[in-house]
């Protein structure tokens, strides 16, 4: 796996172990080994630009099934361009070449930044125009098409997820548009109150991270005689907007305050992506069903968030 300590990696590395065996899930990131996924089974420090060193790692590692998450966030995408195409293009293009040459199959997340201002956005359908004004989801657009492309061309098995904002009390926020969602939780545990950088009524489609996971391993464990769109299905759990999901919270922090403190730049981007994904092709072609809404996924991520906070304060 490719960017194993970052949101998605930091808890897929585990749940992989789990399931396969910790020996049998080699973590990587261009970091030291992060979130302690090196005390537990394989862990390599690898740059996914270098083309080299991903061969050598598959080679050595004797790799069948790269889950390739390495890749620079919607936000700082925006403020490093060249940067973001150099490793969310260059590093997936390096990838697909090593699992040609090498037989792996991979997998590779999409987003809703995928899709533009032009694209319908309540439902967005599975197969619609596709014109990002970020270059995330320029980045994203085109790894899709390269993973058909690698698919249709040279038989490699690509398999990929469009994920919506993505929710989690484990890893902190990596410079998204959805990051409110998950800042959200820990200023009103640890303040009372919190200034939502997105304005109010804006509507984006949402997931607890449990279901991320698990999608990403019912994908990749699907019959792929089943699967006409690989790269990428469309997945959703929840619609949410800040003064829905502050809402959600006074269920259980009574006290907690939303304001607002609009930035500009998150702002468009939000404004650009869909308000809900229409996920039945995921559902009817691998029996994709989400198992959190607004109402579960809060009182877990409460729950987990104070249990840290309390084991933390005991060390």
């Not at 919506?164 to 990596?174: E, F, K």
């Not at 299905?233 to 809402?247: D, K």
Request: hydrophobic fraction near 40%.
């Amino acid at each position: 796996m490719t960017g194993a300590a970052g949101q998605i990696g930091s808890e897929l590395v585990p749940a992989l172990r789990a399931a396969y065996g910790d020996a049998a899930v080699v973590a990587s990131d261009v970091k030291e080994d992060g979130h302690g996924l090196g005390e537990a089974g394989p862990y390599i420090r690898l740059d996914c630009t270098d083309a080299q060193a991903v061969a050598a790692a598959v080679r050595e590692q004797r790799v069948d099934v790269v889950y390739h998450l390495a890749a620079l966030l919607s936000a700082v995408a925006e403020k490093k361009p060249h940067q973001a195409y150099e490793v969310n293009l260059g590093g997936l293009y390096n990838v697909l070449e090593v699992a040609r040459e090498a037989g792996c199959a991979v997998f590779t997340p999409s987003s809703i930044a995928a899709f533009g201002p032009s694209t319908p956005p309540d439902p967005t359908p599975q197969d619609t125009i596709q014109r990002p004004t970020t270059m995330y989801g320029v980045t994203k657009v085109a790894g899709e098409l390269l993973c058909d492309y690698y698919h249709s061309a040279f038989g490699v098995d690509t398999r990929g997820l469009r994920y919506p904002g993505l929710i989690s009390y484990v890893a902190p926020p990596g410079g998204g548009t959805t990051d409110w969602a998950v800042e959200i939780f820990h200023a009103a545990l640890e303040h009372g109150e919190y200034a939502c950088f997105l304005a109010e009524g804006t509507q984006l489609d949402m997931m607890y991270m449990p279901d991320a996971i698990r999608a990403a391993m019912e994908l990749m464990e699907a019959d792929a005689d089943r699967l006409e769109h690989r790269n990428a299905f469309n997945v959703t759990a929840m619609q949410l907007t800040p003064e829905r999901l502050a809402g959600a919270i006074r269920e259980h922090v009574p006290e907690f305050r939303l304001t607002y403190d609009v930035d500009p730049v998150k702002q468009r981007i939000a404004e650009s992506w869909p308000k809900r994904l229409d996920d039945s092709a995921a559902r009817e072609e691998w029996g994709w069903s989400p198992r959190y809404d607004m109402e579960t996924m809060t009182a877990d991520m409460l729950e987990r968030l104070r249990e840290r906070s309390a084991a933390g304060e005991a060390r």
